[in-house]
């Protein structure tokens, strides 16, 4: 039990955290600890001075706690990466074949019927897919693993007898006290002992993009109740005496004493815990459905047909490798390399969009999403602060207000500040070009924490001083004595204060954060401005700053809803904030909900709200992925987009994670796929082209799968009524080999626009419906063709059956590579729709083959022989027929169950 579910018992209240913590892990208890403790009390627990650790001190502590370096994953040797890529189910078939090949043919055959050719052809076939595999992901994990490499950082630190010096980040202890400025990167998670307007940017660990102030520990301790009602409301990321890994700082300086390094800081515990851990997503488990069903067609099929092929021809050792045949031509062989070419090709046309795939299947999973959840801070928006509003206390904008913020924010030299920034950037200052020449510098009183505001002091043009302050309201109207208002100064009553404070909560509950402006004109003094010259000012107005949202975030979000994807904002900002980004990129809040209160629902709970509610604020990283989960218990494919340090849990659980190549380490470690720029309308194209090669596998599976059971089905029932085999074993593996060849160009077909609109996922019911509907289609006419060789052309005994073979033959390759083009598309073939150049070039020469074969000598060698001229009006009229009754039974098919491929 951990300190906060103890606390909670005590107090007799209930904890629900089941199977995650998701409010203290081990590490933020240790941060807590400590910022309740004065500051001697901090150094006397870790045995350290002010002055620093001795060097001696500080080679022990690295003995026992290890370098300052978080877990990460390193990329595997290619050696493992090439063993990986035979681990697939498809794979696993094929190899089962080629050893029982082996086996029938080679090894246990005699010499002189001994064949390699089944052997060699399904080797090449697991060697096309396997190398193409291997290349495509060992290149895509050395190009994010450049992505991932950092520059070599340093820490100021000061030690005992060396005072302050640079020392590399990874070799800072516990109890070493280091010295921090703006732009500085925190090295460690430390205790601050003393701080100059420290300002520091924790948007990586909590989504907010406002700095946050920070302030050095207390030297007095809370008394008990204090110290209970504290321990059981806190969190970790709202203390405001402790820095953590990661975070930079924005403004200010600090010296603080490092409290954990490695991955005991509150960064490296969520580090550690990722590290390795992928659960299966969407793709793995279709792949390993679709897997099972064909084994389990196998399993009944082939053992029928070996069984009758024995007993009704009496060679049991040619009917062991007809049904090896079989099970060769039930098994779509060229899955592995169609789905392995598709990704590939995706792969690479994503890369030209600027994105890396680290890895292959997260192409389809994109495209299988219905379920998108994004961070909001720059994602949604900049990740920058902007100048939203300058108004007077009545709400009108004013150029007067905004003169005075300018002037303040050009003037004052203390620490940089983006609000400062975003004032002096913002694109009305140009109607007020020059100002600050005319109202010249005299002094300045730099900001403090403890005031919370900051002035300057200018020359008036007629020559009196005009002190410009400005800060946070409440301390702002302390000092203030009148209020500008209607064109006049008129004394600040109740009244008014009531007002002005009144009008700032309200910009505050549009999502503004806000600063107001006041001014005091007088005459020049001789001795320098301080703090106490900020009184009796006049309040102007106040300004207001916003992450704005992006201009690209409401089309790419309406675009997601037009294909199908539900957009779920998860971000650990305020609800206010949300509320308003979510307003100006249109997405429509059905339901929000606090991190806190998802802390206290059950999983069943949680699961149906996370159907009903799209917002989620003030969210921890593991209540991020609390949600994740459950969507996906719900039956969704769930995409994830951030790019933050609390966003590195949900990134890994997601069926697809995506991060920016500027994201924290971890979140690109647990990112399937990296973009090089940070756009939804980036990630909405990803999703369409994840579902175009989606589409393109699934008509390799669906036509491959229903022609070959049809063929299986044909051969069963023939099995019993002739007195010879259909067909050669050899003739099933050629028929097949010429067939897959021509199906290696599916990934440059075209997928129609309308198949992209909808999400798109693995459905092995509806793999097998399509095979059990088209299968036998086919097989009718197969049939019409067996009457046609047995009757028409005199095939009918055994001393005929290469002319009964071969003209099966023909009609099974030109008819299955046909009638892809029939299949395809959902549309009207070569009128609504017509298949790519590469695609109409590799099947025509195939037919051409297939039509030709039986003539030449090589056909002669493998048992075919030549056709008769009457055989071939024949085909043709079977051909156009089945045509047309696939187009029929298609059109039938998608009114019935609504879908096609």
């Not at 975030?553 to 904030?577: C, F, Y």
Request: hydrophobic content about 45%.
């Amino acid at each position: 039990m951990n300190i906060k579910d103890f606390l909670l018992k005590l107090a007799g209240q209930e904890t629900h955290y089941e199977e995650v913590d998701t409010a203290v892990t081990e590490a933020s208890e240790r941060l807590i600890r400590f910022s309740l403790l004065p500051p001697q009390d901090v150094l006397r627990d870790l045995d350290a001075s002010r002055e620093g650790l001795p060097e001696w001190a500080v080679l022990q502590r690295l003995t026992r706690f290890g370098r300052n370096e978080l877990a990460h994953e390193a990329v595997s040797p290619w050696y493992r990466q090439l063993l990986a890529a035979f681990v697939d189910p498809f794979i696993g078939i094929l190899i089962a074949l080629a050893v029982t090949s082996l086996l029938t043919e080679v090894i246990l055959a005699p010499p002189a019927e001994q064949d390699m050719t089944s052997v060699i052809i399904i080797a090449v076939m697991i060697s096309i897919s396997v190398g193409l595999t291997f290349a495509q992901e060992y290149q895509a994990s050395h190009a994010a693993d450049e992505l991932l490499r950092l520059v070599q950082h340093t820490a100021t630190v000061q030690r005992e007898g060396t005072g302050r010096h640079a020392v590399a980040t990874t070799e800072l202890v516990p109890g070493d006290i280091v010295h921090l400025a703006a732009g500085d990167i925190i090295p460690a998670d430390v205790y601050l002992l003393d701080t100059t307007s420290l300002s520091v940017n924790e948007a990586a660990l909590t989504g907010e993009s406002l700095p946050v102030d920070k302030e050095p520990g207390r030297d007095q301790v809370l008394d008990k109740t204090a110290r209970s009602e504290f321990l059981r409301t806190a969190s970790a990321l709202d203390l405001n005496n402790i820095g953590f890994t990661g975070t930079h700082v924005v403004s200010g300086a600090a010296r603080a004493v490092v409290v954990a390094t490695g991955n005991d800081t509150y960064f490296g515990s969520m580090s550690q815990e990722l590290v390795g851990h992928h659960p299966p997503t969407s793709f793995d488990k279709g792949v390993n459905q679709v897997s099972v069903l064909l084994i389990r067609f196998m399993l009944v099929m082939v053992p029928i047909i070996f069984l009758i092929n024995g007993l009704t021809k009496g060679d049991w050792f040619q009917a062991l490798l007809f049904g090896l045949a079989v099970a060769v031509g039930l098994t779509p062989e060229m899955l592995p390399t169609v789905v392995t070419a598709n990704l590939a090709k995706g792969t690479v046309e994503m890369a030209s969009q600027n994105t890396i795939v680290k890895r292959l299947s997260a192409i389809q999973n994109l495209g299988a999403i219905n379920v998108l959840c994004t961070d909001k801070t720059g994602t949604l928006t900049y990740d920058t602060v902007g100048l939203e509003s300058y108004l007077t206390v009545d709400g009108d904008e004013n150029l007067e207000v905004l003169k005075y913020a300018y002037l303040n924010s050009y003037h004052q030299t203390g620490l940089n500040n983006p609000m400062d920034e975003a004032v002096v950037a913002h694109e009305d200052v140009q109607k007020i070009a020059g100002v600050e020449q005319t109202y010249p510098k005299v002094g300045e009183i730099p900001f403090e924490t403890a005031r919370r505001r900051m002035s300057v002091i200018v020359r008036n043009p007629d020559g009196r001083h005009l002190l410009i302050c400005k800060g946070a309201i409440a301390e702002l109207l302390s000092i203030s004595t009148a209020v500008w208002k209607d064109g006049a100064a008129l004394p600040l009553t109740d009244d008014l204060r009531d007002e002005i404070a009144s009008a700032a909560g309200e910009m505050n509950e549009a999502g503004l954060r806000v600063l107001v402006v006041a001014r005091k004109l007088g005459e020049p003094k001789r001795h320098h401005y301080g703090p106490e010259d900020e009184s009796d000012l006049t309040v102007v107005g106040f300004i207001g700053f916003l992450d704005p949202p992006k201009e690209s975030a409401g089309p790419a979000v309406a675009a997601l809803q037009s294909r199908g994807v539900k957009v779920r904002v998860i971000t650990g900002d305020n609800e206010i904030v949300t509320r308003r980004i979510c307003r100006e990129i249109g997405l429509e809040i059905d339901g929000l909900l606090q991190g806190y209160q998802v802390d206290h629902m059950a999983d069943d709970v949680l699961q149906k709200a996370s159907e009903e509610v799209n917002v989620f604020v003030r969210m921890a990283p593991l209540q991020k992925s609390r949600v994740i989960d459950a969507l996906k218990r719900n039956g969704n494919t769930v995409g994830f987009l951030g790019d933050g340090i609390n966003d590195a849990p949900a990134l890994r659980d997601a069926d697809v994670g995506v991060s920016v190549d500027n994201a924290v380490d971890i979140a690109k470690e647990s990112a399937d796929i990296i973009l090089l720029e940070k756009d939804l309308l980036v990630l909405e194209a990803g999703v369409g082209r994840g579902r175009h090669v989606f589409g393109n596998i699934m008509k390799y599976i669906k036509i491959t799968a229903s022609s070959n059971f049809g063929n299986v089905f044909s051969v069963l029932v023939a099995s019993v009524f002739l007195p010879f085999t259909p067909m050669l074993p050899l003739h099933l593996l050629i028929q097949n080999l010429l067939y897959d060849v021509s199906q290696i160009s599916i990934p440059w077909d075209h997928v129609d626009e309308e198949y992209t609109h909808r999400p798109r996922s693995w459905n092995p019911a509806s793999i097998a419906r399509f095979m059990i509907v088209l299968g036998p289609l086919s097989s009718i006419f197969d049939f019409t063709t067996f009457a046609l060789l047995w009757y028409g052309l005199g095939a009918n005994t055994v001393e005929q059956q290469s002319l009964f073979q071969s003209g099966w033959f023909i009609l099974g390759l030109v008819s299955q590579t046909l009638i892809f083009h029939m299949i395809r598309t959902s549309k009207l073939p070569f009128v609504e729709s017509i298949a790519s150049r590469p695609v109409l070039i590799a099947t025509g020469v195939v037919i051409v083959i297939g039509l030709v074969l039986p003539f030449t000598p090589y056909g002669a060698a493998v048992g075919f022989q030549p056709l008769p001229g009457s055989y071939f009006p024949w085909l043709f009229v079977t051909l156009v027929s089945y045509c047309v009754a696939i187009q029929l039974v298609k059109v039938w098919y998608i009114r019935r169950f609504d879908m096609w491929l």
